[in-house]
């Protein structure tokens, strides 16, 4: 079962700032947050990954928590192309175990 | 390289038959995944192997399933004796892992099966 809960759908407007939050109360102290996203009809897309400090990369900034039971993933201007299906996984060094992930729409 | 490929992108099939799909990975990744997507849900894990041994299975690879990882590279999963409830698509995915914990996955396209 997956080790993380994300809400269903949520929306945001064109151009600004997505934020989608990730409980993960029960991760382990070695266990990775890591962020994908599916465009439909297409195969999971990376974004980022981290540990306990924050991360940026070209694609968006992860924010987690000091007690590190929480995470959440900004995209600092969404665009249409931003329409997916948004997961947040833990693992250390095994398989992935997705959740039902969160739908978000951007909105013109 | 051009990231994780799978063939074919879609397979239909009478059921009953039986059906091989092929993965790709990245050339240097050493771990390769099987995922299970049916509709409105997220990818559901059905094996992985690091090299050339297969690490885990889940419960959902019943016997009619089999995968395999012949000298570490590509991958292939069959099905035999299809049922319809088979029709999904199927993603694979690669990383780089040893001791420590993953690199980020990849994954391909997927193959999409419709049992008829």
């Known amino acids: 079962d997956a080790k993380t809960t994300q809400p269903p759908s949520m929306d945001c407007a064109e151009g600004r700032a997505a934020n989608l939050p990730c409980n993960h109360s029960?991760?382990?102290?070695?266990?990775?947050v890591y962020w994908y996203r599916q465009i439909h009809s297409q195969g999971p897309q990376y974004i980022i990954h981290?540990?306990?400090n924050n991360e940026t990369n070209e694609m968006a900034s992860l924010i987690i928590t000091e007690d590190r039971k929480s995470s959440t993933l900004i995209l600092p201007h969404a665009t249409l192309r931003d329409t997916a299906v948004y997961y947040c996984i833990v693992s250390y060094g095994q398989n992935f175990v997705f959740g039902p992930g969160t739908r978000l729409s951007v909105l013109p | 390289d051009t990231g994780v490929s799978q063939d074919p992108r879609h397979k239909i099939t009478k059921r009953g038959q039986n059906v091989t799909f092929r993965c790709d990975p990245i050339s240097e990744h050493n771990r390769l995944y099987w995922y299970r997507q049916t509709l409105g849900q997220g990818p559901e894990f059905l094996t992985y192997f690091q090299n050339e041994a297969q690490l885990e299975k889940s419960r959902l690879l019943s016997d009619r399933f089999s995968a395999e990882r012949p000298k570490g590279s590509f991958s292939t999963l069959e099905i035999q004796r299809t049922e319809q409830g088979d029709s999904a698509m199927y993603l694979c995915?690669?990383?780089?892992?040893?001791?420590?914990?993953?690199?980020?996955?990849?994954f391909g396209q997927g193959t999409r099966l419709t049992v008829v």
């Open positions: 981290g540990l306990k």
């Open positions: 029960t991760i382990s102290g070695n266990e990775y």
């Open positions: 995915a690669s990383s780089w892992g040893d001791r420590g914990p993953n690199t980020e996955a990849f």
